[in-house]
Nanobody, 116 residues
Framework: QVQFVESGGGLVQPGGSLRLSCTAS????????MGWYRQAPGNQRELVAS????????GYAESVKGRFTISRDNAKNTVILQMDSLRSDDTAVYYC?????????WGQGTQVAVSL
């Protein structure tokens, strides 16, 4: 069963940075457009950043534009989310998945908490 695995979350102060990584149990990541999603308590899961299969095209939610950068290394079967200038409203569990997502591919996510 294929599943995405996220890592790199943690507790950071406002204005700080984190770098999230996503890999997969099989080499499907390299052959699909991918996205980073997040879900804050009481909210629905939302797409925050996406990247095309070869990395030539990216997209961002308005709330993270200019602060987050998505990239990928297909040779390493990895997708990265660099998060800078973090704010308290970025606090959420972050997930990666295909775009559009497949329900059976959701992993455990990685918790990001932005607080003093």
């Amino acid at each position: 069963q294929v599943q995405f695995v996220e890592s790199g979350g943690g507790l950071v102060q406002p204005g700080g940075s984190l770098r999230l990584s996503c890999t997969a149990s099989a080499r499907i990541l390299s052959f699909n457009a991918m996205g980073w999603y997040r879900q804050a308590p009481g909210n629905q899961r939302e797409l925050v950043a996406s990247i095309s299969t070869l990395g030539g095209s990216t997209g961002y939610a308005e709330s993270v534009k200019g602060r987050f950068t998505i990239s990928r290394d297909n040779a390493k079967n990895t997708v990265i989310l660099q998060m800078d200038s973090l704010r308290s409203d970025d606090t959420a569990v972050y997930y990666c998945n295909k775009t559009p997502p497949r329900s059976e591919y959701w992993g455990q996510g990685t918790q990001v908490a932005v607080s003093l």
